[in-house]
């Protein structure tokens, strides 16, 4: 299952040959990941009011195409595992209208308590929303890999 968010690369994203520079791919990493969220309807604020952050603790990131100032990226977040402390994604980000693939990428986040700062079990309230699209990521994967 993939979520897709879509994206205008900017200006102040890109260098002198308007270029977009690799950092801003983290960055748009997570904006794909926030807008995962939020179409599960889970809040980073009401996280964030709950005591809970959801730091990066791995990431890479694979440059296949530079994208450019003014293009239109698409970026696909796939879930790929949960536990109640951790939850990793892949990406893919993609050029609007040629598709052409431009970066792939995975990060891992850990649940953490703002309190301690300490890496912490997630509430049944998020849990539960993240374990029912993961059992619909894992029935989909299934389904793809029955028909190969």
Not at 5 to 33: I, P, Q
Not at 86 to 94: A, G, L, S, T
Not at 122 to 134: A, F, N, S, T
């Amino acid at each position: 299952m993939t979520f897709r968010t879509e994206y205008h690369v900017n200006y102040y994203e890109t260098d002198a040959m308007a270029v977009v520079h690799h950092s801003n791919y983290v960055r748009w990493f997570e904006n794909g990941r926030v807008d995962f969220l939020h179409q599960l309807g889970i809040s980073l604020n009401d996280m964030t009011a709950d005591g809970f952050s959801y730091p990066i603790t791995e990431v890479s990131v694979k440059y296949l195409e530079p994208a450019h100032f003014d293009d239109i990226v698409i970026i696909e977040t796939i879930p790929t595992a949960l536990t109640r402390a951790k939850m990793e994604f892949d990406y893919r980000v993609i050029k609007k209208g040629t598709q052409e693939l431009l970066v792939t990428g995975h990060t891992q986040n850990v649940f953490t308590s703002l309190e301690t700062g300490h890496i912490t079990r997630l509430p049944e309230k998020y849990y539960g929303k993240l374990r029912e699209i993961m059992k619909k990521v894992k029935a989909e994967k299934a389904q793809k890999a029955a028909k190969a």
